[in-house]
């Protein structure tokens, strides 16, 4: 079952704005995960957040959560061409489930 | 370099005929995940195995089936009984630790 939600399901914008993805979930986790999938390729681990902390950068990444509305968001800053993508959410329940894929944000960054 | 590959990367297949795919890691971690993905959508989880000789079904199971004889190979064998095989598959692994997945770069079925 699918846990996630992200919004929107795709974003345009220029090269050197930011972007910003939103994901919402349904029960407790233990931790919220973002990755990326370029193109007809496997996806990548970016950025681990978990559920006692708000906050955490990577680079130009900037990932949020806010346990008590169920959401987490992930911003791009300074948009590269190179960013263009698909972004998932994944809830990590914790215990012996596994990991959840919401459906993911597909960005487009236009040169 | 350490990773997981998945092959073939591209399959054709007849209504009827079994297939399977494979995936090799050496990244000597426990756990692997198979995941089918269709157009526009997000994973959804066919089947785990967290140690050798044991794997659970996921939420899609119906129609595939796996081996876990060695820690290092995890292959998926969609059969004729999968009414709608055509999507692209991913195979991934984690070691011990946080639950962070490591993917190879996956195989896209397509049913003639």
């Known amino acids: 079952s699918q846990q996630g939600e992200e919004d929107p399901q795709a974003l345009s914008i220029q090269e050197g704005e930011n972007a910003t993805m939103n994901c919402s979930y349904k029960?407790?986790?233990?931790?919220l995960q973002w990755y990326r999938q370029n193109s007809g390729r496997g996806l990548v681990h970016l950025i681990l957040?978990?559920?006692?902390?708000r906050e955490k950068h990577s680079g130009r990444l900037r990932v949020t959560l806010d346990t008590s509305k169920k959401s987490s968001s992930l911003l791009i800053t300074a948009s590269r061409a190179a960013d263009t993508a698909s972004y998932f959410c994944?809830?990590?329940?914790?215990?012996?489930?596994?990991?959840?894929f919401g459906q993911g944000t597909r960005l487009t960054i236009n040169p | 370099d350490g990773g997981i590959t998945q092959s073939p990367k591209y399959l054709f297949r007849k209504e009827g005929q079994n297939v399977t795919l494979s995936c090799e890691q050496n990244?000597?971690?426990?756990?692997m995940y198979w995941y089918r993905q269709d157009p526009g959508q997000g994973l959804r989880l066919i089947y785990y195995?967290?140690?050798?000789?044991?794997?659970q079904k996921g939420d899609i199971a119906e129609g595939y089936s796996v081996s876990r004889e060695k820690k290092e190979s995890f292959p998926l064998t969609v059969t004729s009984a999968q009414k709608n095989p055509t999507a692209f598959y991913l195979c991934?692994?984690?070691?011990?630790?946080?639950?962070?997945?490591?993917f190879g770069a996956g195989s896209r079925l397509t049913v003639l």
């Open positions: 029960t407790s986790i233990n931790n």
């Open positions: 991934a692994s984690t070691g011990s630790g946080a639950n962070v997945l490591t």
């Open positions: 994944a809830t990590d329940p914790g215990g012996a489930q596994k990991l959840v």
């Open positions: 990244l000597n971690h426990d756990a």
């Open positions: 957040i978990r559920s006692n902390e």
């Open positions: 195995s967290q140690i050798v000789n044991d794997f």
